[in-house]
């Protein structure tokens, strides 16, 4: 049943009535002066709040709020937009970087298409314009927006900030079209190192993917419009927390479509010109988009009573409740045979498996290589680069390995102090300093051993990632090291400098030296160029492709880029001890930490301990060597059986990839419990 209500619609379009909404209505104007004063733009121009705030637990946002309105220009193909800011203490430019006064970014995507797509941005500070594009060729559709298209004026009066903006939009200034925009404004404190982060639409990672954008409606100036409200059932998936959007798109004109935010009760309403609509998900898995955690027990959804729906002038369309139901995973088939079914599976029973998994999480491509009686018995790359175009993978595709580059580094470590270049034991600032965290004695227990076993003291990432401890300051160490487990990427790139000291020769240098030609990994890289571009698959997560540069640099924790088949030999190699003596084998199966239920990586239920620089799971079949690798937009994991010589290889370009490993390893190895 759908009803309509007529109600004041013009006391929405009307005034300086400030909207707390993520979609913004954008009226044709006059030029207008981009001199940072706002006398000259209409008194019926829409304001919206920025209300999503990030601050540091001592800081306060009492002092900083901000409104914005938008408007346009068609003959002259401009956008204009103007930004009120609250802020009581005004840092402005010091001689330093952007990034210690108050600043804003500006994310537009003037493509905007429902599939996703890769916004750039503006960043605006007194005496700065800079501007942002994701590198590469993938999405090059808001590249157009150059440095000389943009004007910014920002001008202080009192304790209010105001930003204005002239944007040059070529062609993509049409009514009855839609815009994606958002804002970052980043506000510092005089005397404080913190900083008060606040955006229109919540969220960060604004960059890498325009779902995460606020939407504009550009509309002619007598454009008659109208409201919609619906509920999203959530109750019978109990996915509060995950599914907080939903697409509405015009059937008359694909180019106006918008993403309504869904309140914690599943409630949602827009403001739409005139006209006939659908409902389209957006999410389609009750994990959130951009999660990249382990075993979150993901499922497919189904949307019931997506019927199309209109709008009419001054009315509210009031919608059916929306039904949610879980789709049901592919069922793992059973292998009727004595031993482990990876032991005596077909390889087209595989492909029927890997089809209907990939289908099920949306995976664009897979690498996956499956090894048993020490032979590979299983090779393929399907699948395609990017949801953007069905350009497809092959064995020389290369996906993101992640953190499986640990165990690579693990290997080199291993290698060099076999030969006596590096003591697993002295303490590292003995070869190497570490000036960030230098200053507590305890990173003077740091030894090589304690870094290879996750037991460092150092978080995960300190400064951001690698390289980026050079512009960083000083920490302290979460604990003493050797003391307790903690994951550590930086431990690992701390390591790295300590070997190309003792050796004299770059990361690149030792990986080609100590991997690449005695393992016999052929065409993968341990850091990106511009030549490989070609080569990569896209970074997804869900079913929305993610742009985001890539590691340049040599880090031992995350940098390698290859596929399942060209890394096969590596694991074959370890799998049969080659390449090292028995003594740096048995490093590898030894524990050395042990890992808590609620620490453990892969399955809880399995015990687990991290060696050397590899993961073991302890099964009823045996020792599993393993490592996983997971950067949000691709999944990939090894595992192998010394002693059965049996493993798998999997590559993903998907945040899925992760469920996908997850139901190839109940498939081929049973329970693991």
């Known amino acids: 049943m759908r009803t309509l209500f007529p109600f004041a619609i013009l006391l929405f379009l009307l005034g300086k009535t400030v909207q707390a909404q993520e979609v913004a209505l954008a009226y044709p104007v006059e030029t207008i002066n981009i001199d940072g004063n706002f006398s000259d733009w209409p008194a019926s121009v829409n304001w919206y709040r920025m209300r999503h705030t990030y601050q540091n637990d001592d800081e306060s ?29 005004f840092v402005g430019a010091n001689g330093e970087s952007h990034t210690t006064q108050d600043h804003m970014l500006l994310y537009l995507d003037a493509a905007h298409t429902i599939d996703g797509g890769t916004p750039m941005f503006y960043v605006a ?103 919609v409200k619906g509920k999203l059932d959530l109750k019978s998936i109990e996915a509060k927390e995950t599914i907080n959007s939903m697409n509405i798109v015009s059937r008359e004109k694909p180019e106006i479509w918008l993403q309504a935010t869904l309140d914690t009760t599943g409630y949602f309403q827009a403001f739409l010109p005139v006209g006939e609509y659908e409902l389209r998900p957006n999410r389609r898995y009750t994990s959130p988009i951009n999660s990249s955690g382990f075993n979150q027990n993901t499922r497919k959804l189904e949307y019931g009573n997506m019927t199309p729906f209109r709008i009419d002038a001054q009315e509210t369309t009031v919608l059916d409740s929306i039904q949610l139901k879980i789709i049901s995973k592919p069922k793992i088939p059973t292998i009727h045979s004595e031993g482990l079914p990876i032991e005596s599976v077909s390889t087209n029973e595989i492909d029927a498996f890997v089809s209907d998994w990939k289908e099920y999480w949306q995976i664009p491509a897979v690498s996956i290589v ?17 949801n953007f175009k069905a350009e497809k993978v092959d064995h020389t595709t290369l996906f993101e390995a992640a953190s499986i580059t640990k165990s690579v580094f693990a ?66 160490l979460g604990f003493e090291p050797g003391t307790q487990f903690g994951y550590s990427g930086e431990a690992f790139n701390y390591l790295g400098r300590v070997v190309e000291k003792i050796t004299g020769k770059s990361l690149q240098a030792l990986y080609e030296e100590e991997i690449e030609k005695p393992f016999g990994i052929k065409n993968s890289h341990f850091y990106y160029t511009d030549a490989q571009e070609k080569r990569f698959a896209l970074g997804h997560t869900h079913q929305y492709p993610q742009i985001k540069e890539k590691e340049r640099i040599a880090s031992p924790a995350s940098s390698l880029s290859t596929n399942a088949h060209l890394f096969k030999n590596f694991v074959l190699n370890l799998m049969n001890e080659k390449k090292m003596r028995k003594s740096s084998y048995e490093l590898i199966y030894t524990p050395y930490t042990v890992l808590k239920p609620e620490q453990k990586i892969y399955d809880p239920e399995t015990p687990q301990y991290i060696s050397h620089g590899f993961f073991v799971q302890d099964t009823p079949h045996g020792k599993l060597i393993a490592h996983g690798g997971n ?10 059986n010394p002693d059965k010589k049996y493993g798998y290889i999997v590559f993903t370009n998907s945040n899925l990839g992760d469920e996908f490993v997850r139901a190839l390893e109940q498939y081929l190895l049973g329970s693991t419990e």
């Open 125 to 227: 500070t007194d005496r700065i314009l800079e501007v942002h594009h994701k590198p590469g060729t993938f999405d090059t559709r808001n590249h157009f927006l150059t440095k000389d298209k943009a004007q910014v004026a920002r001008k202080r009066m009192g304790n209010t900030l105001q930003y204005e903006w002239k944007i040059t939009m070529d062609d993509h200034i049409k009514p009855d079209t839609s815009l994606g925009l958002d804002f970052m404004l980043i506000d510092h404190d005089t005397g404080s190192d913190n900083e008060t982060v606040l955006v229109w639409k919540d969220g960060f990672g604004k960059s890498y993917g325009s779902q995460k954008l606020g939407d504009v409606l550009l509309l002619d100036q007598g454009a008659e419009a109208g409201k």
């Open 631 to 640: 950067n949000g937009d691709y999944d990939c994991k090894f595992a192998y």
């Open 61 to 89: 946002n009492e002092d900083f709020a901000a409104q914005f309105a938008v408007a346009y220009n068609m003959p002259t193909q401009t956008l204009f937009i103007a930004i009120k800011v609250l802020d009581d203490d």
């Open 411 to 476: 290997v080199i470590v291993l290698r060099l102090a076999e030969k006596g270049l590096l003591d697993l034991d002295k303490p590292l600032y003995q070869y190497l300093t570490f000036p960030n965290i230098d200053k507590d004695e305890r990173s003077k227990l740091l030894t090589a051993r304690i870094v290879l076993g996750h037991r460092s003291g150092l978080p995960n990432w300190a400064w951001g990632g690698p390289g980026s401890w050079k512009g960083g300051g000083e920490i302290r």
């Open 370 to 386: 499956l090894i048993r009686n020490n032979k590979v018995f299983f090779d393929k790359t399907i699948g395609v680069k990017s």
